[in-house]
Protein backbone atom coordinates (compact mmCIF):
# COMPACT_ATOMS: atom_id res chain seq x y z
CA UNK A 1 0.00 0.00 0.00
CA UNK A 2 1.52 3.41 -0.71
CA UNK A 3 0.05 6.83 0.75
CA UNK A 4 0.48 10.22 -0.52
CA UNK A 5 -0.16 13.35 0.87
CA UNK A 6 -1.12 15.62 -2.09
CA UNK A 7 -3.48 18.82 -3.75
CA UNK A 8 -6.21 17.64 -5.24
CA UNK A 9 -5.05 18.08 -9.29
CA UNK A 10 -1.98 15.66 -7.86
CA UNK A 11 -4.81 13.14 -7.11
CA UNK A 12 -4.80 12.45 -10.73
CA UNK A 13 -1.73 10.06 -10.91
CA UNK A 14 -3.07 8.23 -8.04
CA UNK A 15 -5.99 7.58 -10.06
CA UNK A 16 -3.61 6.41 -12.96
CA UNK A 17 -1.29 4.40 -10.72
CA UNK A 18 -5.03 2.47 -9.60
CA UNK A 19 -5.62 1.85 -13.64
CA UNK A 20 -1.94 0.24 -13.82
CA UNK A 21 -2.51 -1.70 -10.69
CA UNK A 22 -5.14 -2.96 -12.17
CA UNK A 23 -4.11 -3.61 -15.61
CA UNK A 24 -0.96 -5.31 -14.66
CA UNK A 25 -1.02 -6.79 -11.39
CA UNK A 26 -3.70 -9.54 -10.97
CA UNK A 27 -5.12 -9.94 -7.42
CA UNK A 28 -3.71 -11.93 -4.94
CA UNK A 29 -6.91 -14.28 -4.48
CA UNK A 30 -7.57 -14.38 -8.56
CA UNK A 31 -3.83 -15.66 -9.28
CA UNK A 32 -3.80 -18.18 -5.45
CA UNK A 33 -7.10 -19.59 -7.34
CA UNK A 34 -5.53 -19.84 -11.20
CA UNK A 35 -2.84 -22.06 -9.05
CA UNK A 36 -4.63 -23.96 -7.29
CA UNK A 37 -6.62 -25.06 -10.60
CA UNK A 38 -2.75 -25.86 -11.61
CA UNK A 39 -2.21 -28.27 -9.23
CA UNK A 40 -5.41 -30.01 -9.93
CA UNK A 41 -5.00 -29.94 -14.29
CA UNK A 42 -3.27 -32.10 -16.31
CA UNK A 43 -2.22 -32.37 -20.31
CA UNK A 44 -2.93 -29.30 -22.02
CA UNK A 45 -5.56 -27.78 -18.86
CA UNK A 46 -2.04 -27.45 -17.02
CA UNK A 47 0.03 -26.26 -19.96
CA UNK A 48 -2.94 -23.97 -20.52
CA UNK A 49 -2.45 -21.95 -16.86
CA UNK A 50 1.07 -22.61 -17.13
CA UNK A 51 1.02 -20.02 -19.32
CA UNK A 52 -1.48 -17.93 -17.73
CA UNK A 53 0.68 -17.91 -14.32
CA UNK A 54 4.15 -17.26 -16.22
CA UNK A 55 1.90 -13.96 -17.89
CA UNK A 56 1.10 -12.63 -14.47
CA UNK A 57 4.95 -13.14 -13.84
CA UNK A 58 5.76 -10.84 -16.77
CA UNK A 59 2.99 -8.07 -16.44
CA UNK A 60 3.88 -7.48 -12.43
CA UNK A 61 7.79 -7.38 -13.48
CA UNK A 62 7.53 -5.37 -17.00
CA UNK A 63 4.65 -3.41 -15.50
CA UNK A 64 2.70 -4.10 -18.65
CA UNK A 65 -0.92 -4.84 -18.94
CA UNK A 66 -1.67 -8.66 -18.38
CA UNK A 67 -4.02 -8.46 -21.86
CA UNK A 68 -3.76 -6.81 -24.93
CA UNK A 69 -7.38 -5.88 -24.08
CA UNK A 70 -7.18 -3.61 -21.82
CA UNK A 71 -11.44 -3.53 -21.65
CA UNK A 72 -13.59 -0.76 -21.02
CA UNK A 73 -12.27 0.99 -18.05
CA UNK A 74 -15.18 0.69 -15.32
CA UNK A 75 -14.93 1.80 -11.97
CA UNK A 76 -17.41 1.81 -8.76
CA UNK A 77 -16.84 4.83 -6.55
CA UNK A 78 -18.49 4.82 -2.98
CA UNK A 79 -18.32 8.74 -1.78
CA UNK A 80 -19.01 9.71 1.84
CA UNK A 81 -21.27 12.26 2.70
CA UNK A 82 -19.10 14.45 3.85
CA UNK A 83 -15.81 13.93 1.02
CA UNK A 84 -15.31 17.60 0.21
CA UNK A 85 -14.22 16.86 -3.58
CA UNK A 86 -17.59 14.52 -4.56
CA UNK A 87 -18.45 16.99 -7.54
CA UNK A 88 -14.60 17.01 -8.55
CA UNK A 89 -14.33 13.25 -8.84
CA UNK A 90 -15.45 12.63 -12.00
CA UNK A 91 -13.16 15.16 -13.81
CA UNK A 92 -10.58 13.38 -11.94
CA UNK A 93 -11.44 9.77 -12.85
CA UNK A 94 -11.49 10.78 -16.36
CA UNK A 95 -8.60 12.93 -16.61
CA UNK A 96 -6.70 9.68 -14.55
CA UNK A 97 -7.92 7.59 -17.92
CA UNK A 98 -6.85 9.84 -20.26
CA UNK A 99 -3.50 9.79 -18.51
CA UNK A 100 -3.51 6.12 -17.82
CA UNK A 101 -3.87 5.41 -21.62
CA UNK A 102 -0.78 7.12 -22.59
CA UNK A 103 1.30 6.26 -20.11
CA UNK A 104 1.06 2.98 -19.31
CA UNK A 105 0.07 2.19 -22.21
CA UNK A 106 -4.00 1.61 -22.27
CA UNK A 107 -5.71 -0.33 -26.03
CA UNK A 108 -7.67 2.75 -26.67
CA UNK A 109 -10.83 1.12 -26.49
CA UNK A 110 -13.74 3.78 -27.15
CA UNK A 111 -15.03 3.98 -30.14
CA UNK A 112 -18.22 6.45 -31.47
CA UNK A 113 -21.25 4.76 -32.35
CA UNK A 114 -22.18 6.94 -35.78
CA UNK A 115 -18.44 7.63 -37.14
CA UNK A 116 -16.96 4.70 -35.84
CA UNK A 117 -13.95 6.48 -35.10
CA UNK A 118 -11.70 5.43 -31.94
CA UNK A 119 -11.54 8.46 -29.24
CA UNK A 120 -7.91 7.62 -28.84
CA UNK A 121 -7.77 7.95 -24.77
CA UNK A 122 -10.80 5.41 -23.39
CA UNK A 123 -12.90 8.14 -22.66
CA UNK A 124 -16.03 9.55 -24.59
CA UNK A 125 -20.00 9.98 -24.16
CA UNK A 126 -20.65 8.33 -21.21
CA UNK A 127 -17.22 6.21 -20.35
CA UNK A 128 -15.06 5.80 -18.62
CA UNK A 129 -18.45 3.78 -16.89
CA UNK A 130 -19.22 4.79 -13.00
CA UNK A 131 -21.42 3.34 -10.70
CA UNK A 132 -21.88 5.53 -7.82
CA UNK A 133 -22.60 5.62 -4.24
CA UNK A 134 -22.99 7.53 -1.45
CA UNK A 135 -22.46 6.49 1.95
CA UNK A 136 -21.37 7.77 5.55
CA UNK A 137 -18.10 9.56 5.99
CA UNK A 138 -15.34 11.66 4.66
CA UNK A 139 -13.23 9.22 2.43
CA UNK A 140 -13.90 8.15 -1.24
CA UNK A 141 -13.00 4.60 -2.16
CA UNK A 142 -12.30 4.00 -6.38
CA UNK A 143 -12.52 0.19 -6.98
CA UNK A 144 -11.07 -0.20 -11.11
CA UNK A 145 -12.82 -3.18 -13.17
CA UNK A 146 -11.50 -3.28 -16.62
CA UNK A 147 -14.06 -5.24 -18.30
CA UNK A 148 -12.62 -6.80 -21.92
CA UNK A 149 -14.77 -7.38 -24.62
CA UNK A 150 -14.77 -11.07 -24.20
CA UNK A 151 -15.97 -11.62 -21.10
CA UNK A 152 -18.14 -8.35 -21.76
CA UNK A 153 -19.86 -9.70 -24.77
CA UNK A 154 -20.96 -12.74 -23.05
CA UNK A 155 -23.24 -11.14 -20.27
CA UNK A 156 -26.50 -12.27 -20.22
CA UNK A 157 -29.96 -11.00 -19.02
CA UNK A 158 -33.13 -12.99 -17.96
CA UNK A 159 -36.26 -11.58 -17.04
CA UNK A 160 -37.42 -14.89 -15.55
CA UNK A 161 -40.66 -16.34 -14.04
CA UNK A 162 -41.41 -15.74 -10.25
CA UNK A 163 -42.22 -18.99 -10.91
CA UNK A 164 -39.16 -20.00 -11.31
CA UNK A 165 -36.87 -19.08 -8.76
CA UNK A 166 -34.04 -19.39 -7.01
CA UNK A 167 -33.39 -22.65 -9.25
CA UNK A 168 -34.09 -21.26 -12.32
CA UNK A 169 -31.62 -18.53 -11.66
CA UNK A 170 -28.70 -21.36 -11.45
CA UNK A 171 -30.03 -22.88 -14.41
CA UNK A 172 -29.73 -19.70 -15.75
CA UNK A 173 -26.25 -18.97 -14.81
CA UNK A 174 -24.69 -22.27 -15.78
CA UNK A 175 -26.52 -22.39 -19.18
CA UNK A 176 -24.43 -18.48 -20.11
CA UNK A 177 -21.13 -19.97 -18.73
CA UNK A 178 -21.42 -23.10 -20.90
CA UNK A 179 -22.67 -20.94 -23.81
CA UNK A 180 -20.08 -19.06 -23.33
CA UNK A 181 -17.60 -22.07 -23.85
CA UNK A 182 -14.22 -20.54 -24.57
CA UNK A 183 -14.73 -16.65 -25.82
CA UNK A 184 -14.54 -15.15 -22.46
CA UNK A 185 -11.02 -17.15 -22.11
CA UNK A 186 -11.74 -19.23 -18.92
CA UNK A 187 -11.55 -20.08 -16.50
CA UNK A 188 -13.80 -17.57 -15.59
CA UNK A 189 -15.49 -16.20 -12.54
CA UNK A 190 -19.12 -15.53 -12.60
CA UNK A 191 -20.99 -12.63 -11.02
CA UNK A 192 -24.79 -13.70 -10.74
CA UNK A 193 -27.03 -10.87 -9.84
CA UNK A 194 -30.86 -11.36 -8.87
CA UNK A 195 -33.32 -8.99 -8.11
CA UNK A 196 -33.67 -5.52 -9.12
CA UNK A 197 -34.71 -4.65 -12.49
CA UNK A 198 -33.06 -5.65 -16.00
CA UNK A 199 -30.31 -3.10 -15.77
CA UNK A 200 -29.75 -3.42 -11.92
CA UNK A 201 -29.80 -7.04 -11.77
CA UNK A 202 -26.46 -6.88 -14.11
CA UNK A 203 -24.62 -3.77 -12.48
CA UNK A 204 -25.09 -6.52 -8.87
CA UNK A 205 -23.75 -9.02 -11.58
CA UNK A 206 -20.21 -6.62 -11.92
CA UNK A 207 -20.25 -5.74 -7.97
CA UNK A 208 -20.48 -9.35 -7.78
CA UNK A 209 -16.98 -9.89 -9.45
CA UNK A 210 -15.42 -7.32 -6.41
CA UNK A 211 -15.75 -9.88 -3.74
CA UNK A 212 -12.46 -12.16 -3.12
CA UNK A 213 -12.86 -15.48 -4.46
CA UNK A 214 -13.19 -18.01 -1.54
CA UNK A 215 -15.75 -15.48 0.29
CA UNK A 216 -18.96 -16.44 -0.30
CA UNK A 217 -22.51 -15.06 0.44
CA UNK A 218 -23.13 -14.26 4.23
CA UNK A 219 -26.42 -15.80 3.66
CA UNK A 220 -26.25 -19.78 3.51
CA UNK A 221 -28.65 -20.43 1.31
CA UNK A 222 -26.98 -17.55 -1.25
CA UNK A 223 -24.04 -19.63 -0.46
CA UNK A 224 -24.74 -22.99 -1.15
CA UNK A 225 -26.06 -21.51 -4.78
CA UNK A 226 -22.81 -20.15 -5.39
CA UNK A 227 -21.20 -23.34 -4.89
CA UNK A 228 -23.89 -25.20 -7.12
CA UNK A 229 -23.15 -23.18 -10.13
CA UNK A 230 -19.30 -23.40 -9.43
CA UNK A 231 -19.45 -27.62 -9.70
CA UNK A 232 -22.17 -27.64 -12.55
CA UNK A 233 -19.99 -25.48 -14.56
CA UNK A 234 -17.19 -27.72 -13.84
CA UNK A 235 -18.56 -30.86 -14.34
CA UNK A 236 -18.83 -29.61 -18.61
CA UNK A 237 -15.29 -29.98 -19.24
CA UNK A 238 -14.88 -27.09 -20.68
CA UNK A 239 -11.73 -25.95 -19.25
CA UNK A 240 -8.85 -23.63 -19.50
CA UNK A 241 -9.20 -21.66 -23.10
CA UNK A 242 -11.99 -23.99 -23.59
CA UNK A 243 -9.83 -26.77 -24.78
CA UNK A 244 -10.75 -28.94 -22.14
CA UNK A 245 -9.89 -29.76 -18.23
CA UNK A 246 -11.97 -29.83 -14.69
CA UNK A 247 -11.49 -25.93 -14.49
CA UNK A 248 -13.73 -23.79 -16.15
CA UNK A 249 -15.31 -21.76 -13.10
CA UNK A 250 -12.63 -20.55 -10.34
CA UNK A 251 -15.55 -19.09 -8.46
CA UNK A 252 -18.89 -17.67 -8.81
CA UNK A 253 -20.27 -14.34 -6.75
CA UNK A 254 -24.31 -13.62 -6.36
CA UNK A 255 -25.55 -10.27 -5.33
CA UNK A 256 -29.10 -9.57 -4.46
CA UNK A 257 -31.82 -7.04 -4.87
CA UNK A 258 -35.43 -7.00 -4.27
CA UNK A 259 -37.54 -7.81 -6.66
CA UNK A 260 -41.27 -6.66 -8.65
CA UNK A 261 -44.07 -9.57 -7.88
CA UNK A 262 -44.15 -9.74 -11.76
CA UNK A 263 -40.65 -10.12 -11.91
CA UNK A 264 -37.56 -12.36 -11.46
CA UNK A 265 -34.69 -10.55 -12.85
CA UNK A 266 -30.98 -12.39 -13.35
CA UNK A 267 -27.88 -11.23 -14.91
CA UNK A 268 -25.06 -12.81 -15.25
CA UNK A 269 -20.92 -10.94 -15.39
CA UNK A 270 -18.35 -13.12 -16.80
CA UNK A 271 -15.03 -12.47 -16.14
CA UNK A 272 -12.21 -13.83 -18.24
CA UNK A 273 -9.32 -15.74 -16.73
CA UNK A 274 -7.68 -12.06 -15.63
CA UNK A 275 -10.20 -10.86 -12.83
CA UNK A 276 -8.20 -7.37 -13.14
CA UNK A 277 -9.02 -4.90 -10.38
CA UNK A 278 -7.44 -2.74 -7.69
CA UNK A 279 -8.69 -0.15 -4.81
CA UNK A 280 -7.36 3.42 -4.13
CA UNK A 281 -8.52 5.64 -1.01
CA UNK A 282 -9.04 9.46 -1.17
CA UNK A 283 -9.22 11.01 2.09
CA UNK A 284 -10.69 14.45 2.82
CA UNK A 285 -7.15 16.32 2.80
CA UNK A 286 -6.53 15.57 -0.99
CA UNK A 287 -4.24 12.21 0.04
CA UNK A 288 -4.72 9.13 -1.30
CA UNK A 289 -3.25 5.00 -1.45
CA UNK A 290 -3.91 2.74 -3.84
CA UNK A 291 -3.75 -0.60 -2.15
Given at each position: ???????????????????????????????????????????????????????????????????????????????????????????????????ATKDIPLRPNAIQIISGKNTGDNTGRNLPRIYWQQVEGTQATITALPRGGGGENMTRVALLKPSNGLEGAVEFAVSSVLEAGGKPCPPVVVGVGIGGDADLCVQLGKQALLRKLGNHHGNPVIARLEETIVQRCNEQGVGPMGLGGNTTVLDAHVELAERHPAMFPVGVVISCWALRRASMIINDDGSWEVE
Open positions: MEHVECSLEEIIPGVVQLVQKAETDLPGDVEEALRMAHAHEHGVARTQLDILLKNCELARETKRPLCQDTGVQTFFVSVGDKFPFWSQLQHLIVAGVQR
